[in-house]
């Protein structure tokens, strides 16, 4: 959480970090780690029979199944062999199956991904979407059944501090250019929109492919709802995603990842991150997917101490992991580090009805009421009478909180078990 002084009636000017000019060098490349970890989401605590197992070899690029009845796959981002497959219980308590590989520093590509030539067909490409860096939802922009009809490119990553789709749009433009070639042939989308800082494609308009709109650099104006009321004039109701009102929304890295899979014929296997240090300076890097953080903030020179703070994400909205060990994954945009003296540790205070919360609000939830819900684990009532469902997750009640208390916590843990028990009635019906 970042330091604030005491707001009373104002509402704090939040601003995203605007990249002015960038080099071609500006993404620092990583080292290739000895060992990654992939995860497979579970969707039920069943057994399941693995496939595969400790000694067998992968391929970078290949897609392997790993559990018996199951349609969900891997793809290996590197060469090597399996070295450990074990259980692992991610945020929220969602549980995994963990792949360890060991890495070797040559990497042979498999050749499933390719068709004639280099290039993947429509087909082929269709089937490995799924596994992109940045984690782009190209399912729901594909679903013929309930097709999309405009696309927003997000050239402005949500949270503060991170800057990684800035520098993809500074130093990607070719790419990006051919990556919304490559989004028309496997969508049917007509109407697509780049969203950017000012400034950010000023020399391109014509050039790009796509319609560019300049939002103001305050947070949150990047969030895909925000966006939605600023800049398309629709609001999402409660409860209801982007892409059930026809609108699907993809970063800027995945469209570049599009490009280079359908350009060279090969799964894009990396991940830009942006890595904020002690003292909030960021560089933004391209490692391997897989890689474990430790390996990340070693070949920056980044020192961690005990009771320092580890979050994937910015500091309004990133999750805290408790392990060095716990690798970069395709939605992994950022890794922040908090020493422990900058840490504001949250409280188990009574809300003193203050109103900051209700008054920074952008979806204007009246959040001193829902709290007290969520707080009791009334989670049905929240949504029913108090607008749960509407909050876009932007933090901004927990940060200007007087009592310390973890408002954006408890938002995200009430949404989960809202969605538990909805699921549950459903099965039961």
Same mark, same amino acid.
């Given at each position: 959480?970042?330091?604030?002084?005491?707001?009373?009636?104002?509402?704090?000017?939040?601003?995203?970090?605007?990249?002015?000019?960038?080099?071609?060098?500006?993404?620092?490349?990583?080292?290739?780690?000895?060992?990654?970890?992939?995860?497979?989401?579970?969707?039920?605590?069943?057994?399941?029979?693995?496939?595969?197992?400790?000694?067998?070899?992968?391929?970078?690029?290949?897609?392997?199944?790993?559990?018996?009845?199951?349609?969900? /796959?891997?793809?290996?981002?590197?060469?090597?062999?399996?070295?450990?497959?074990?259980? /692992?219980?991610?945020?929220?308590?969602?549980?995994?199956?963990?792949?360890?590989?060991?890495?070797?520093?040559?990497?042979?590509?498999?050749?499933?991904?390719?068709?004639?030539?280099?290039?993947?067909?429509?087909?082929?490409?269709?089937?490995?979407?799924?596994?992109?860096?940045?984690?782009?939802?190209?399912?729901?922009?594909?679903?013929?059944?309930?097709?999309?009809?405009?696309?927003?490119?997000?050239?402005?990553?949500?949270?503060?501090?991170?800057?990684?789709?800035?520098?993809? !749009?500074?130093?990607?433009?070719?790419?990006?250019?051919?990556?919304?070639?490559?989004?028309?042939?496997?969508?049917?989308?007509?109407?697509?929109?780049?969203?950017?800082?000012?400034?950010?494609?000023?020399?391109?308009?014509?050039?790009?492919?796509?319609?560019?709109?300049?939002?103001?650099?305050?947070?949150?104006?990047?969030?895909?709802?925000?966006?939605?009321?600023?800049?398309?004039?629709?609001?999402?109701?409660?409860?209801?995603?982007?892409?059930?009102?026809?609108?699907?929304?993809?970063?800027?890295?995945?469209?570049?990842?599009?490009?280079?899979?359908?350009?060279?014929?090969?799964?894009?296997? +990396?991940?830009?991150?942006?890595?904020?240090?002690?003292?909030?300076?960021?560089? +933004?890097?391209? !490692?391997?997917?897989?890689?474990?953080?430790?390996?990340?903030?070693?070949?920056?020179?980044?020192?961690?101490?005990?009771?320092?703070?580890?979050?994937?994400?910015?500091?309004?909205?990133?999750?805290?992991?408790?392990?060095?060990?716990?690798?970069?994954? /395709?939605?992994?945009?950022?890794?922040?580090?908090?020493?422990?003296?900058?840490?504001?540790?949250?409280?188990?205070?009574?809300?003193?009805?203050?109103?900051?919360?209700?008054?920074?609000?952008?979806?204007?939830?009246?959040?001193?009421?829902?709290?007290?819900?969520?707080? +009791?684990?009334?989670?049905?009532?929240?949504?029913?009478?108090?607008?749960?469902?509407?909050?876009?997750?932007?933090?901004?009640?927990?940060?200007?909180?007087?009592?310390?208390?973890?408002?954006?916590? /408890?938002?995200?843990?009430?949404?989960?078990?809202?969605?538990?028990?909805?699921?549950?009635?459903?099965?039961?019906?």
């Amino acid at each position: 959480m970042i330091k604030r002084p005491f707001f009373g009636l104002a509402k704090p000017k939040l601003k995203y970090s605007v990249i002015e000019d960038v080099e071609k060098d500006v993404i620092k490349e990583i080292p290739l780690s000895p060992k990654v970890t992939l995860f497979l989401k579970l969707h039920d605590e069943g057994d399941h029979d693995l496939l595969i197992k400790v000694g067998d070899k992968v391929k970078t690029g290949q897609r392997f199944t790993v559990m018996e009845g199951r349609e969900d /796959y891997l793809i290996s981002s590197v060469t090597g062999t399996i070295a450990g497959i074990s259980p /692992y219980t991610g945020y929220l308590g969602q549980n995994y199956t963990a792949i360890s590989i060991d890495a070797a520093q040559e990497d042979e590509w498999d050749d499933e991904f390719r068709d004639e030539g280099r290039i993947p067909t429509r087909e082929t490409a269709l089937r490995f979407l799924g596994s992109f860096p940045g984690a782009p939802d190209f399912s729901s922009l594909i679903d013929f059944r309930n097709p999309v009809n405009t696309i927003v490119i997000n050239g402005i990553d949500s949270d503060l501090l991170i800057s990684t789709n800035q520098v993809i !749009v500074k130093t990607g433009f070719e790419d990006l250019r051919e990556g919304i070639k490559d989004l028309r042939k496997i969508t049917s989308t007509s109407r697509i929109i780049i969203v950017v800082t000012p400034g950010a494609m000023a020399s391109q308009v014509d050039e790009i492919g796509a319609q560019i709109k300049v939002i103001k650099p305050v947070y949150p104006n990047a969030f895909p709802k925000i966006i939605m009321k600023n800049i398309l004039g629709r609001v999402p109701p409660a409860g209801k995603c982007c892409e059930e009102m026809g609108v699907g929304f993809i970063s800027a890295e995945g469209i570049v990842a599009l490009a280079g899979a359908f350009e060279k014929g090969e799964i894009p296997v +990396n991940k830009v991150i942006t890595v904020i240090d002690k003292d909030n300076k960021a560089v +933004n890097v391209r !490692v391997r997917i897989g890689t474990p953080v430790k390996d990340i903030l070693k070949a920056l020179d980044i020192e961690t101490r005990d009771r320092d703070r580890l979050v994937l994400g910015g500091p309004m909205n990133g999750r805290t992991i408790h392990s060095e060990d716990v690798p970069v994954m /395709y939605d992994t945009d950022a890794i922040m580090v908090q020493d422990k003296s900058q840490i504001i540790c949250g409280s188990d205070s009574q809300c003193v009805n203050c109103g900051e919360c209700v008054r920074i609000c952008p979806v204007n939830i009246p959040v001193n009421m829902l709290i007290r819900l969520l707080r +009791n684990g009334l989670y049905e009532e929240a949504a029913e009478r108090y607008d749960l469902l509407s909050c876009v997750e932007c933090g901004l009640c927990s940060y200007v909180c007087m009592a310390r208390i973890p408002v954006f916590h /408890y938002i995200v843990l009430g949404k989960h078990e809202f969605g538990r028990i909805m699921s549950v009635e459903e099965s039961n019906a």
